[in-house]
């Protein structure tokens, strides 16, 4: 990796990644761990057996994917402009149930509907991750709205 004179990591901005600030790592980076690790979990809900083949020694990796989700997703919520006007424990609390809202429903959201596929790994794999990236599609929308209508004010 090169650095330009600003700090800025030449591949970083080609694959487009911010550069590392403070506000970054809490507010960009850790909700990118815990969506890369949001992917990861609906794919162990839907299909145990694809990550114990890939993760071998490991019994169930299910507590620790949901809960960097959840994490991830807090300091989402946590970092939002329309919040910034809240004390920072209501904040951190709003943060920690609306992500744990998100990733126990989603849990909840692909065991019924692996439960309604075939028995077809593969298929109930992309139809989770599907599912998966149309959940979160949802969520960024609502909370880009919520804070479009706070900016407005």
Not at 16 to 44: D, R, S
């Amino acid at each position: 990796m090169t650095a330009t004179n600003e700090g800025n990591c030449t591949l970083c901005e080609k694959i487009g990644l911010k550069k590392f600030t403070k506000e970054n790592i809490f507010y960009y980076y850790i909700p990118l761990n815990g969506l890369l690790n949001y992917g990861a979990l609906c794919v162990n809900v839907i299909n145990p057996s694809l990550v114990a083949k890939m993760l071998p020694g490991k019994k169930d990796a299910t507590n620790v994917l949901l809960l960097s989700s959840v994490c991830g997703g807090a300091f989402y919520v946590y970092g939002r402009p329309h919040l910034r006007h809240v004390p920072n424990l209501q904040r951190g609390l709003y943060g920690i149930m609306a992500a744990g809202l998100w990733g126990m429903g989603s849990v909840l959201g692909w065991a019924v509907l692996k439960s309604l596929i075939p028995k077809d790994n593969g298929l109930a794999t992309i139809a989770g991750l599907v599912a998966g990236v149309g959940i979160v599609k949802v969520a960024i929308d609502y909370v880009n709205e919520i804070d479009k209508l706070v900016a407005k004010k």
